[in-house]
């Protein structure tokens, strides 16, 4: 069956590692038959969540705010599988990352039946040094109805944008991709 994909690309660096390894998985999608998208988080405007309570008083069909979220929430919705992409700051997600989950806020009940993937990527060599960026999403999908975490790269030991070259990460991500 083919799926839509949507990879949401957290980084502040276009063409970095989370953002390079994010575009091997959606290749390897499309090369398996789906369908789907990449959105660069940095390109879209996206406010800070407010906490003025309109979602939750609208049965979390709205945001009170105009912005790119409502485009981007609309897609969440009609994705297969979401992949969220983050480079690890201060061992956590980055700020774009989070505001942009705040901002699910607005339609969160309704983002449900979905294969999430995960994709963080540091400096440090350790794969442990990524738990507490995984662990933050999962904040996130610990709140959302029959979702599934189905996979999550492991980006460690990449500092320079271009580090992810050496390794076996851009590889793996495509066979993810094809696989999802
Ligand atoms: C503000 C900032 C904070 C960072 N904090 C960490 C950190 O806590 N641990 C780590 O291993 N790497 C840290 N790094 C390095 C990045 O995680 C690393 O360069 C990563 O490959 C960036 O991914 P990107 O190319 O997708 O943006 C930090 C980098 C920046 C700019």
């Known amino acids: 069956m083919s799926k839509k994909i949507l990879i949401l690309s957290a980084s502040p660096r276009k063409g970095g590692n989370s953002d390079k390894i994010c575009d091997e998985f959606?290749?390897?999608?499309?090369?398996?038959?789906?369908s789907g998208e990449k959105i660069f988080l940095r390109d879209k405007k996206i406010?800070?969540?407010?906490?003025?309570?309109?979602?939750?008083?609208?049965?979390?069909?709205?945001?009170?705010q105009k912005d790119d979220m409502a485009e981007i929430l609309e897609k969440m919705l009609e994705a297969d599988v979401i992949?969220?992409?983050?480079?690890?700051?201060?061992?956590?997600?980055?700020?774009?990352?989070?505001?942009?989950i705040d901002r699910c806020c607005s339609r969160y009940t309704h983002v449900t039946n979905k294969d999430f993937y995960f994709i963080a990527t540091a400096a440090d060599e350790r794969k442990s040094a990524l738990e507490?960026?995984?662990?933050?999403?999962?904040?996130?999908?610990?709140?959302?109805?029959?979702?599934?975490?189905?996979?999550?790269?492991?980006?460690?030991?990449?500092?320079?944008?271009?580090?992810?070259?050496?390794t076996t990460l851009l590889q793996d991500a495509y066979i993810m991709g094809t696989n999802v």
Not at 51 to 63: E, I, M, Q, R, V
Not at 155 to 163: E, L, M, R
């Open 132 to 166: 507490r960026t995984i662990d933050g999403f999962r904040g996130f999908t610990v709140c959302l109805d029959n979702v599934r975490e189905a996979g999550i790269i492991y980006g460690s030991g990449v500092w320079q944008k271009d580090d992810v070259q050496n």
């Open 26 to 34: 959606l290749k390897g999608a499309l090369d398996a038959g789906h």
């Open 47 to 64: 406010n800070y969540c407010t906490g003025c309570g309109f979602c939750n008083t609208n049965n979390y069909t709205a945001c009170s």
């Open 83 to 100: 992949v969220m992409a983050t480079p690890v700051y201060f061992y956590t997600m980055d700020a774009q990352m989070k505001t942009f």
